[in-house]
Protein backbone atom coordinates (compact mmCIF):
# COMPACT_ATOMS: atom_id res chain seq x y z
CA UNK A 1 0.00 0.00 0.00
CA UNK A 2 1.46 3.19 -1.07
CA UNK A 3 2.09 6.28 1.77
CA UNK A 4 1.59 9.67 0.12
CA UNK A 5 3.27 12.93 1.03
CA UNK A 6 0.69 15.50 1.99
CA UNK A 7 1.75 18.49 -0.51
CA UNK A 8 -0.45 21.61 1.04
CA UNK A 9 -1.62 23.53 -1.78
CA UNK A 10 -0.12 27.01 -1.72
CA UNK A 11 3.06 26.65 -0.90
CA UNK A 12 5.43 29.96 -1.18
CA UNK A 13 7.95 30.75 -3.82
CA UNK A 14 9.73 32.12 -1.04
CA UNK A 15 11.10 28.52 0.05
CA UNK A 16 12.82 28.80 -2.77
CA UNK A 17 15.76 31.12 -0.99
CA UNK A 18 16.90 28.08 1.12
CA UNK A 19 18.47 26.50 -1.70
CA UNK A 20 21.95 26.84 -1.06
CA UNK A 21 22.97 27.74 -5.31
CA UNK A 22 19.98 30.69 -4.79
CA UNK A 23 21.39 31.98 -1.48
CA UNK A 24 24.86 31.93 -2.66
CA UNK A 25 23.57 34.08 -6.67
CA UNK A 26 22.36 36.08 -3.77
CA UNK A 27 24.86 36.83 -2.32
CA UNK A 28 27.17 37.16 -5.10
CA UNK A 29 24.61 39.78 -7.14
CA UNK A 30 24.30 41.67 -3.22
CA UNK A 31 28.19 41.98 -3.25
CA UNK A 32 27.99 42.93 -7.09
CA UNK A 33 26.02 45.75 -6.03
CA UNK A 34 27.92 46.88 -2.96
CA UNK A 35 31.06 46.85 -5.04
CA UNK A 36 29.22 49.24 -7.96
CA UNK A 37 28.39 51.64 -4.82
CA UNK A 38 32.14 51.31 -3.78
CA UNK A 39 33.21 52.30 -7.49
CA UNK A 40 30.64 55.19 -7.45
CA UNK A 41 31.92 56.91 -4.24
CA UNK A 42 35.39 56.95 -5.45
CA UNK A 43 34.23 59.86 -7.67
CA UNK A 44 33.08 62.07 -4.45
CA UNK A 45 35.09 64.56 -3.39
CA UNK A 46 37.24 63.08 0.24
CA UNK A 47 37.63 65.01 3.77
CA UNK A 48 40.49 63.77 5.11
CA UNK A 49 42.32 64.85 8.58
CA UNK A 50 45.69 65.99 8.39
CA UNK A 51 47.81 65.87 11.66
CA UNK A 52 48.48 69.33 14.14
CA UNK A 53 48.50 72.66 11.87
CA UNK A 54 47.67 70.33 8.67
CA UNK A 55 51.52 69.48 8.29
CA UNK A 56 51.95 66.17 10.14
CA UNK A 57 49.77 63.98 8.04
CA UNK A 58 51.21 60.64 6.32
CA UNK A 59 49.41 61.96 2.97
CA UNK A 60 49.98 65.24 2.92
CA UNK A 61 52.75 64.41 -0.02
CA UNK A 62 49.79 63.96 -2.13
CA UNK A 63 47.96 67.08 -1.30
CA UNK A 64 49.03 68.92 -4.53
CA UNK A 65 49.05 65.93 -6.94
CA UNK A 66 47.44 67.38 -10.34
CA UNK A 67 45.50 63.88 -10.24
CA UNK A 68 43.57 64.36 -7.32
CA UNK A 69 43.44 67.80 -6.96
CA UNK A 70 43.84 67.91 -2.75
CA UNK A 71 44.04 71.49 -0.97
CA UNK A 72 44.43 72.35 2.35
CA UNK A 73 40.99 74.06 4.31
CA UNK A 74 42.77 76.93 5.94
CA UNK A 75 46.36 77.04 7.64
CA UNK A 76 45.16 75.65 10.61
CA UNK A 77 42.24 73.64 9.68
CA UNK A 78 43.65 70.13 9.62
CA UNK A 79 41.41 69.12 7.11
CA UNK A 80 42.40 68.37 3.58
CA UNK A 81 39.63 68.17 0.31
CA UNK A 82 40.35 65.69 -2.81
CA UNK A 83 39.11 66.15 -5.67
CA UNK A 84 39.38 63.21 -7.85
CA UNK A 85 39.39 64.48 -11.30
CA UNK A 86 42.48 63.49 -13.17
CA UNK A 87 42.42 59.45 -13.32
CA UNK A 88 43.71 58.23 -16.76
CA UNK A 89 40.00 57.28 -16.55
CA UNK A 90 40.73 54.75 -14.14
CA UNK A 91 37.44 55.56 -11.40
CA UNK A 92 35.45 55.10 -15.04
CA UNK A 93 37.08 51.68 -15.92
CA UNK A 94 36.40 50.44 -12.27
CA UNK A 95 32.45 51.69 -12.14
CA UNK A 96 32.02 50.38 -15.65
CA UNK A 97 33.60 46.77 -14.44
CA UNK A 98 31.86 46.45 -11.04
CA UNK A 99 28.26 47.40 -13.11
CA UNK A 100 29.63 44.49 -15.53
CA UNK A 101 30.01 42.27 -12.54
CA UNK A 102 26.43 42.87 -11.23
CA UNK A 103 24.96 42.42 -14.70
CA UNK A 104 26.49 39.15 -14.70
CA UNK A 105 25.33 37.53 -11.37
CA UNK A 106 21.85 39.24 -11.87
CA UNK A 107 21.84 37.06 -15.16
CA UNK A 108 23.12 34.80 -13.39
CA UNK A 109 20.69 34.67 -10.19
CA UNK A 110 17.81 34.73 -12.58
CA UNK A 111 19.09 31.70 -14.02
CA UNK A 112 19.47 30.07 -10.83
CA UNK A 113 15.84 30.82 -10.20
CA UNK A 114 14.64 29.50 -13.52
CA UNK A 115 16.43 26.39 -13.09
CA UNK A 116 14.93 26.29 -9.57
CA UNK A 117 11.16 26.71 -10.44
CA UNK A 118 11.39 23.99 -13.48
CA UNK A 119 12.89 21.68 -11.41
CA UNK A 120 10.19 22.09 -8.43
CA UNK A 121 7.65 21.85 -11.45
CA UNK A 122 8.98 18.98 -12.82
CA UNK A 123 8.80 17.06 -9.37
CA UNK A 124 5.23 18.43 -8.88
CA UNK A 125 4.14 17.16 -12.49
CA UNK A 126 6.25 13.41 -11.55
CA UNK A 127 4.02 13.75 -8.39
CA UNK A 128 0.68 14.20 -10.01
CA UNK A 129 1.14 11.72 -12.58
CA UNK A 130 2.51 8.60 -9.74
CA UNK A 131 -0.58 9.86 -7.96
CA UNK A 132 -2.84 9.07 -10.83
CA UNK A 133 -0.87 5.87 -11.49
CA UNK A 134 -1.20 4.58 -7.71
CA UNK A 135 -5.03 5.57 -7.66
CA UNK A 136 -5.32 3.21 -10.77
CA UNK A 137 -3.34 0.75 -9.94
CA UNK A 138 -5.49 0.41 -6.53
CA UNK A 139 -8.25 -0.94 -8.55
CA UNK A 140 -6.66 -3.25 -10.60
CA UNK A 141 -5.65 -4.27 -6.77
CA UNK A 142 -8.80 -4.41 -6.01
CA UNK A 143 -9.65 -6.65 -8.99
CA UNK A 144 -7.16 -9.17 -8.99
CA UNK A 145 -8.22 -9.77 -5.39
CA UNK A 146 -11.64 -10.46 -6.11
CA UNK A 147 -10.89 -12.37 -8.95
CA UNK A 148 -8.40 -14.31 -7.09
CA UNK A 149 -11.16 -14.83 -4.21
CA UNK A 150 -13.58 -15.82 -7.05
CA UNK A 151 -11.08 -18.48 -8.49
CA UNK A 152 -10.62 -20.25 -4.99
CA UNK A 153 -14.58 -20.46 -4.90
CA UNK A 154 -14.85 -21.61 -8.36
CA UNK A 155 -11.80 -24.99 -7.73
CA UNK A 156 -13.98 -25.43 -4.70
CA UNK A 157 -16.91 -26.34 -6.06
CA UNK A 158 -15.18 -27.87 -9.09
CA UNK A 159 -15.40 -25.13 -11.57
CA UNK A 160 -11.83 -24.54 -12.81
CA UNK A 161 -8.78 -26.53 -12.34
CA UNK A 162 -6.17 -25.36 -9.87
CA UNK A 163 -3.71 -24.19 -11.92
CA UNK A 164 -6.09 -21.18 -12.48
CA UNK A 165 -6.09 -20.49 -9.39
CA UNK A 166 -2.16 -20.44 -9.06
CA UNK A 167 -2.37 -17.93 -11.76
CA UNK A 168 -5.00 -15.40 -9.86
CA UNK A 169 -2.66 -15.35 -7.17
CA UNK A 170 0.58 -14.17 -9.89
CA UNK A 171 -1.69 -11.47 -10.78
CA UNK A 172 -2.23 -10.73 -7.28
CA UNK A 173 1.24 -11.06 -6.34
CA UNK A 174 2.01 -8.79 -9.52
CA UNK A 175 0.37 -6.01 -8.34
CA UNK A 176 1.66 -5.49 -5.25
CA UNK A 177 4.46 -5.72 -6.54
CA UNK A 178 3.85 -2.52 -8.96
CA UNK A 179 2.18 -1.06 -6.08
CA UNK A 180 5.63 -1.28 -4.09
CA UNK A 181 7.21 -0.40 -7.18
CA UNK A 182 4.71 2.88 -7.40
CA UNK A 183 5.27 3.88 -4.06
CA UNK A 184 8.91 3.90 -4.36
CA UNK A 185 8.86 6.39 -6.78
CA UNK A 186 6.71 8.76 -5.35
CA UNK A 187 9.19 8.63 -2.02
CA UNK A 188 12.07 9.17 -4.62
CA UNK A 189 10.03 12.05 -5.75
CA UNK A 190 8.90 13.62 -2.69
CA UNK A 191 12.83 13.96 -2.13
CA UNK A 192 13.53 15.32 -5.21
CA UNK A 193 10.77 18.08 -4.61
CA UNK A 194 11.78 18.76 -0.91
CA UNK A 195 15.52 18.79 -2.50
CA UNK A 196 14.20 21.59 -5.43
CA UNK A 197 12.28 23.54 -2.76
CA UNK A 198 15.48 23.33 -0.11
CA UNK A 199 14.11 21.50 2.43
CA UNK A 200 10.46 20.67 3.75
CA UNK A 201 7.19 22.77 4.23
CA UNK A 202 4.46 23.25 6.81
CA UNK A 203 1.06 24.02 6.65
CA UNK A 204 1.35 27.51 8.45
CA UNK A 205 3.99 28.24 5.05
CA UNK A 206 1.56 27.06 2.65
CA UNK A 207 -0.97 29.07 4.48
CA UNK A 208 1.06 32.49 4.38
CA UNK A 209 1.43 31.19 0.72
CA UNK A 210 -2.01 31.18 -0.15
CA UNK A 211 -2.97 34.68 2.10
CA UNK A 212 -0.17 36.35 -0.31
CA UNK A 213 -1.63 35.49 -3.15
CA UNK A 214 -5.37 36.23 -2.41
CA UNK A 215 -3.81 39.64 -1.66
CA UNK A 216 -2.39 39.59 -4.48
CA UNK A 217 -4.79 39.17 -6.53
CA UNK A 218 -7.38 41.35 -4.73
CA UNK A 219 -4.87 44.46 -5.44
CA UNK A 220 -4.83 43.51 -9.24
CA UNK A 221 -8.88 43.62 -9.40
CA UNK A 222 -8.70 46.99 -8.06
Known sequence: MAVQAHIPAGLPSSLLERRPDIAAAE???????????LAKSAFFPQLDVTGAFGYESATLGDLFQWSTRAFLLGPFAGTALTLPI???????ANLAKARAKLDEDVAQYRQQVLVAFKE??????NLR??????????????????????????????????????DAQRQVLQSELRSIHLASEQAVSTVALIRALGGGWAESQAQIGSEGESQKKTVERR
Open 27 to 37: RAMASANARVG
Open 86 to 92: FDGGRRS
Open 120 to 125: VEDSLS
Open 129 to 166: LLDDQISEQGFAMSASERAEQMSATQYEEGQVSYLDVI
